[in-house]
């Protein structure tokens, strides 16, 4: 079974460029969240996807970021303009549902100079 | 909104030593429980669920949490610590509307 992929796995911007992430979920899985973790701390939701309509996006700074989910298979990320503070990796994950294990991606670490 | 507090940032125990990694979270309902382990540049892997049943979950690698209900608490455990089981631990919460929230780790370091 393929995992989830991510892309690139690593990106290094100024500040006030923007930036896209990418992701594919594992095959049949309808629920895809994205996440920061900044160094040295846990992972941060900023949205949940099911299938193709947004479950919660209640930490996702919607002023700079935004993510779709067309045709609820693969999923983008965007930042614009970045900022300092957005230094992290944002990683994937997907699901089954309901209670089911998350598998994550190996992340993407954003670089913000 | 589902919380997560993990005790302790950094733990460290000499190898063959107990492992003991506390998890408490805030919840008005019993939520599902994860413990996952993050090894250096690598993504999360599961260690461990708990959803429902039995209150004592086993999970790969000799570790185990158990479900306490009255103390709203998954600690991890393992009865002998290796080398290889160094790395960040992660407790996570998802409650009935399948929203997976973090704690903000506990890096296990073990001495030889």
């Known amino acids: 079974e393929a995992g989830v992929a991510q892309s690139p796995r690593y990106k290094i911007i100024e500040k006030r460029q923007s930036v896209a992430f990418w992701c594919n979920p594992i095959s049949g899985h309808a629920t895809l969240y994205w996440y920061q973790q900044i160094l040295g701390q846990g992972p941060k939701l900023l949205i949940q996807f099911q299938n193709n309509g947004v479950v919660d996006d209640s930490q996702l700074p919607k002023d700079r970021f935004s993510a779709e989910r067309l045709k609820g298979v693969d999923s983008t990320l965007k930042i614009q303009p970045a900022k300092l503070e957005d230094s992290a990796v944002y990683l994937c994950?997907?699901?089954?549902?309901?209670?089911?294990?998350?598998?994550f991606g190996q992340g993407t670490r954003l670089t913000v100079v | 909104a589902q919380s997560v507090t993990q005790l302790g940032s950094h733990v460290s125990v000499s190898e063959g030593a107990l492992v003991l990694l506390r998890c408490n979270y805030s919840?008005?309902?019993?939520?599902?429980l994860f413990w996952y382990v993050q090894y250096p540049n690598q993504g999360l892997q599961l260690l461990l669920k708990?959803?429902?049943?039995?209150?004592l979950v086993k999970g790969i690698n000799g570790f185990e949490a158990e479900f306490k209900k009255s103390e709203t608490s998954f600690h991890l455990t393992k009865p002998s610590a290796h080398m290889s089981d160094a790395a960040e631990y992660f407790c996570?919460?998802?409650?009935?509307?399948?929203?997976?929230?973090f704690g903000a780790g506990t890096r296990l370091t073990v001495k030889p």
């Open positions: 994950a997907s699901s089954y549902g309901q209670g089911a294990e998350a598998f």
């Open positions: 996570a919460v998802s409650p009935l509307n399948n929203d997976m929230r």
């Open positions: 708990y959803t429902t049943g039995a209150t």
């Open positions: 919840s008005s309902v019993p939520p599902y």
